[in-house]
């Protein structure tokens, strides 16, 4: 006669029972891995307004720039009008903070001209827009401006050259 080896079998919990068990653990790990992604990608998705430290800092930056510009001798002929008054100088700074305002994301609205028109006639050479980048580099390394946020300025402003040099 041939007979079955019936050994009693050893088991554990039943698997939905041991998969309940887990499940706070699982549910867990899911949540932190999805704050932590949802955290990068909204560090991610920030706009350059918000990372450059918004308005105030803005304006730090346009109104270092037009000083600095307005005390370079290699481009400030290019802004005599701009000099001629403090009140002048004073609006060139507000245009130029919206300007930059709106370009990186922020709620500002710039209401001045276009670039092709604003420097229509104005003769202005690559040399002197490169002089200007220079300053708005030394400007933002000055205000200790991370890396990251002047090279996505410098993406953002650096089109321009074409619409500003004019032959």
């Known amino acids: ?53 918004g308005q105030a800092a803005i304006e730090a930056v346009a109104g270092s720039l037009v000083d600095r510009i307005l005390g370079d001798a290699r481009v400030n002929r290019w802004f005599a009008h701009t000099a001629a008054t403090p009140e002048n100088t004073a609006s060139y700074k507000a245009r130029l903070s919206q300007f930059i305002c709106e370009a990186s994301g922020g709620p500002c609205h710039y209401a001045g001209r276009d670039m092709v028109s604003a420097h229509r006639g104005r003769k202005v050479t690559s040399e002197a827009f490169d002089a200007v980048v220079e300053d708005l580099v030394a400007v933002l390394a000055t205000m200790k401006v991370p890396e990251r946020e002047q090279a996505d300025l410098l993406r953002l402003l650096g089109p321009l050259k074409q619409s500003i040099v004019q032959p």
């Open 1 to 53: 006669m041939h007979m079955i080896n019936k050994q009693p079998r050893v088991t554990t919990a039943p698997a939905r029972i041991r998969f309940a068990a887990w499940t706070p653990l699982v549910a867990i790990g899911a949540l932190t891995l999805s704050l932590s992604a949802a955290a990068l990608s909204a560090a991610a998705d920030e706009a350059l307004y918000d990372r450059l430290g």
